[in-house]
């Protein structure tokens, strides 16, 4: 009897012990959900605030700086800064962005790096080297001013350089393609951690993180602590390299939202940007790229003609995807219209077999066919008026008769 009572004891307490157990594995589950739900939310919202963005065109400017820690860094306490304005202009899928910097200094070898393996060329740092983008969604053109290339990049090989824009905030590429929705919506790529609100110098954020699924040097992983009081913009963003840890524990580059702008619809647009990447050895100095908007409209559409580039004479153009195909060179400065993408295309397949072809781009004009329509209606009027006044003036001869 006692084996029993002793027995039923040790059950309940079991039981006891198991339910709280349970209740303990409840738990967690039903928070994570809810860190779950909240950060769903709060990605939809930054998608929300950031498509309302349909078109838009503005100017910012872009400095290059060093800081010796991060805290002077996000202090302003900078030495050897640079700047360059850029201007973005932006509708659906079209987009051209320009570097308006003074083409780069002639070389100087004094200040070169000779290349290894390859005698004779030398790499010099140069911090705005001027050119742009334009893409149609389908076709892309990356010109560099520092080269005196112009590359055409299609769907399948797009161009894939980075570009520090307002909206990109130096941490999400051209077109946010590393925004919190896009790798949210890549869970094959990234496995996401909903880590809920906590609390930063700008209020409550909510906070979601992404890693790479597969390991090795180049993989990486991302933090967004989304704002809800800004449209749930980034009010910071963590990079860290599997292969490139930073020295001091600190994330290899953090984008900092140190201001945003109100718009009409309640949209919030990046105002201000430190984009900060930590040194790869103890001592060494920080990067600092500030982002810092100078004009925005985002109430007036673009017209066609905003979509150009100037071009000037004697640019190459190719296809880095494809060298085999040669290249051309203008022989004449180009004001290349996104409408002109095509043509370009065309004439660099035929570069090859056409080597003395007229590199002069037959511009497809956005009133072609207005025009043509204006001039058939006016011909069409032309000749009712002279119709009209042929049968007056028959009718008037047989009265006269």
Not at 199 to 217: K, M, P
Not at 264 to 289: H, N
Not at 301 to 320: E, K, Q
Request: aromatic share 8%; hydrophobic share 40%.
């Amino acid at each position: 009897m006692q084996f029993i009572r002793s027995y039923l004891v040790v059950v309940a307490c079991m039981a006891v012990i198991g339910g709280a157990v349970l209740a303990e594995e409840v738990k967690p589950d039903a928070e994570q959900d809810a860190r779950r739900t909240q950060s769903k939310a709060a990605i939809a919202g930054y998608v929300s605030n950031y498509r309302a963005f349909r078109y838009y065109k503005c100017r910012y400017q872009k400095t290059s700086a060093r800081a010796v820690s991060l805290k002077a860094a996000l202090e302003g306490k900078w030495t050897n800064a640079v700047s360059a304005e850029f201007r973005l202009i932006v509708d659906g899928d079209r987009e051209v962005s320009e570097c308006l910097a003074p083409p780069p200094p002639p070389p100087n070898l004094a200040h070169a790096k000779p290349i290894p393996g390859q005698p004779g060329l030398y790499m010099m740092p140069v911090t705005f080297p001027g050119g742009g983008h334009m893409t149609d969604g389908d076709r892309e053109l990356s010109y560099s001013r520092a080269l005196q290339t112009a590359g055409l990049h299609g769907r399948q090989a797009p161009y894939r350089g980075r570009l520090s824009t307002p909206f990109s905030m130096g941490a999400m590429e051209i077109g946010n393609r590393h925004g919190p929705d896009r790798l949210d919506a890549d869970g094959d790529r990234w496995a996401a951690t909903y880590l809920g609100s906590e609390a930063l110098d700008s209020g409550i954020v909510h906070t979601v993180a992404f890693r790479e699924r597969h390991h090795d040097r180049g993989s990486l992983s991302m933090r967004f602590a989304l704002d809800p009081s800004r449209g749930f913009l980034p009010a910071r963003i963590n990079v860290d390299y599997l292969g490139k840890p930073a020295p001091a524990g600190e994330s290899k580059t953090q984008a900092h939202l140190m201001s945003a702008r109100e718009c009409s619809g309640q949209r919030w647009f990046p105002e201000r940007t430190l984009v900060i990447d930590a040194p790869d050895k103890v001592g060494d100095l920080y990067s600092v790229m500030e982002i810092k908007l100078l004009q925005l409209d985002a109430d007036e559409r673009p017209s066609d003609d905003d979509f150009v580039l100037d071009v000037p004479f004697g640019t190459a153009v190719h296809d880095p995807s494809q060298p085999a195909k040669g290249f051309f060179k203008l022989k004449q400065e180009e004001s290349i219209n996104l409408k002109d993408l095509p043509a370009l295309f065309d004439m660099l397949d035929r570069a090859k077999s056409e080597p003395l072809m007229d590199t002069a781009i037959p511009h497809r004009s956005s009133w072609h066919w207005p025009r043509l329509a204006g001039v058939a209606v006016g011909l069409v009027l032309i000749f009712a008026v002279i119709a009209y006044v042929a049968r007056r003036r028959g009718i008037a001869g047989r009265s006269n008769d």
